[in-house]
Nanobody
Framework: QLQLVESGGGLVQPGGSLRLSCAAS????????IGWFRQAPGKEREGVSC????????TYADSVKGRFTISRDNAKNTVYLQMNSLKPEDTAVYYC???????????????????WGQGTQVTVSS
C-alpha cells in the first residue's frame, strides 16, 4: 500500500519549535517533490513549503519564511519540516504530499500531487 505518514505534531508554546516528519511506505520518495500544507479550522488549505526531488530547490510561503526549513533524507525515505519561532496562527493540521514531477514552483499549490498523508495536528498555545 502506497502511503505517506506524517508525525511530530503536538502542543507547543509560542516561540517554541517542532519538527514534522513525512515518511513514505510502499514507494520511494527519491523522484518526488514533497509539499507541506496546513489547514486551520474554518480556513482554506495553505501551501507551506516544497522541496524538489534532488533537494536543491525549495519554496516557502511568505507566512513561514525565515522560521520553517524543509529538508529531506532520501536514505530514510523521509522529508522533514523544522518549525521554529512558532506562533498561534501556525495552529493547523499539517499534511505532506508527493508530486512525481519532482520540481517545485513559485507556489506550493502549483504542483500536482499524487499522494497525500492523513495529517498531524500542530497546536501553538500558552
Amino acid at each position: 500500500q502506497l502511503q505517506l505518514v506524517e508525525s511530530g505534531g503536538g502542543l507547543v508554546q509560542p516561540g517554541g519549535s517542532l519538527r514534522l516528519s513525512c515518511a513514505a511506505s510502499g514507494f520511494t520518495l527519491d523522484y518526488y517533490a514533497i509539499g507541506w500544507f496546513r489547514q486551520a479550522p474554518g480556513k482554506e488549505r495553505e501551501g507551506v513549503s516544497c522541496i524538489s526531488s534532488s533537494g536543491d530547490s525549495t519554496t516557502y510561503a511568505d507566512s513561514v519564511k525565515g522560521r520553517f526549513t524543509i529538508s529531506r533524507d532520501n536514505a530514510k525515505n523521509t522529508v522533514y519540516l523544522q518549525m521554529n519561532s512558532l506562533k498561534p496562527e501556525d495552529t493547523a493540521v499539517y499534511y505532506c504530499a508527493a508530486d512525481g514531477g519532482g520540481s517545485c514552483y513559485n507556489t506550493v499549490e502549483t504542483n500536482e500531487y499524487d499522494y497525500w498523508g492523513q495529517g498531524t495536528q500542530v497546536t501553538v498555545s500558552s
